[in-house]
């Protein structure tokens, strides 16, 4: 770019004012840049999370651009607040990418040989924070170049749920729903009928990019299998349901045999408590039992109060009998007592009673 200079002087002090153009030549600060040029334009870009962005930016150079290659990519967050951040830089021949801890391990240079002119990267695994302006800087002095990359991170549509909202029966009415899980604004709706046997009601041609499909006074005609598609900008997923309209169930009867199960499961429950606790009482009463007859059991008896109940009993005996038959049977009875049965154990607790015959005789009358 050329442009004048006046410059003017005073010859001698008599002289008048002698004024000159002088042509100098300036030049631009592009024309510094003119000879690196990156070809890629400027745009914006749309992709799914979890998926790679491919983020362009090839550029040429001059034989005029002599200086060492430097290639520096940086991020600028959505988050306005936050700071430019540099996310991977070419420099002295070696690449260092760990600048920003965010992208570590998910941005790298597409080209092997950067000084063919390709800096393009991938920026893998995408995630929502990876959301904002993406600029590419090439220098080789003295040619310097950028351009900028818009990168939008979207959700596409998942997890989709189909189901009515309602009585499916005759004359009710209901709703047919359709949500999805995540997905990113804006979502598109589209209904369809998959059985071909009946037709979609007219009255359903508003609502079937709706996610919610309003039915008034339903009829049979209604049945069928449906589904339910939902898109945004980076994809789309489906689900499907089954409409049954049937005639209107038995109320009453459902509730009756409802109080009646109820009723007979209470009942279930009394007797098994009934039971359990009947159980536990007879066993508590047999423990006092058998505890009261161990305290109660009196000891064996002794050998020798064997013996003397023994001639107890036989003294008794005697002392009812007159003097006359005193004499014999002294002599026979006592002899019968065997003496080995004061040292022998006995075979029972107690002798059986001994029984002895006598006769004597009164008033003419023999007694046996």
């Given amino acids: 770019m050329l442009f004048k200079k006046r410059i003017c002087f005073r010859g001698s002090v008599l002289t008048d004012l002698v004024c000159q153009d002088e042509h100098l030549s300036l030049l631009e600060p ?13 745009q914006m870009i749309e992709k799914a999370k979890g998926e790679t962005a491919y983020l362009p930016c090839k550029f040429t150079l001059s034989p005029e651009d002599q200086g060492p290659l430097d290639i520096e990519w940086l991020l600028s967050p959505a988050d306005n607040q936050k700071v430019d951040q540099v ?3 070419y420099s002295g021949d070696k690449i260092y990418d760990d600048y920003y801890q965010d992208l570590k391990g998910r941005v790298h240079f597409t080209s092997n040989d950067l000084k063919s002119g390709d800096a393009s990267i991938n920026v893998t695994n995408l995630r929502l924070s990876d959301i904002g302006t993406y600029q590419c800087k090439v220098k080789k002095a003295p040619g310097v170049g950028n351009k900028k990359i818009q990168l939008t991170v979207l959700v596409k549509p998942s997890g989709i749920r189909c189901y009515v909202d309602g009585s499916e029966e005759i004359g009710n009415d209901f709703k047919l729903k359709c949500e999805p899980k995540e997905g990113s604004l804006p979502l598109q709706y589209e209904w369809q009928k998959l059985s071909n046997s009946q037709k979609t009601p007219p009255s359903w041609s508003t609502d079937m990019t709706s996610p919610v499909i309003s039915i008034k006074n339903a009829s049979t005609e209604y049945s069928g ?40 499961a209470l009942v279930l429950i009394g007797f098994i408590v009934f039971c359990c ?33 023994y001639i107890g009993s036989n ?46 005789k009164t008033d003419d009358v023999t007694v046996v």
């Fill in 87 to 89: 996310i991977i830089l």
């Fill in 277 to 309: 606790r009947k159980k536990r009482r007879e066993e508590k009463y047999e423990k006092e039992v058998h505890h009261d007859i161990r305290e109660d059991v009196p000891p064996p008896k002794s050998r020798t109060s064997t013996a003397r109940s």
């Fill in 225 to 264: 299998t449906y589904s339910c598609t939902v898109t945004n900008r980076v994809g789309s997923d489906q689900c499907q349901l089954r409409l049954n309209v049937v005639p209107p169930s038995n109320r009453a009867g459902t509730i009756a045999g409802a109080v009646v199960g109820i009723l007979l």
């Fill in 30 to 42: 592009n024309d510094f840049t003119r000879s690196l040029s990156i070809t890629t334009p400027e």
């Fill in 315 to 360: 003294h008794s005996s005697l002392g009812s009998m007159s003097p006359s038959n005193m004499e014999g049977y002294s002599k026979t009875q006592y002899n019968q007592v065997p003496s080995e049965d004061f040292e022998r154990t006995p075979q029972s607790p107690t002798l059986p009673p001994a029984k002895f015959k006598y006769a004597y």
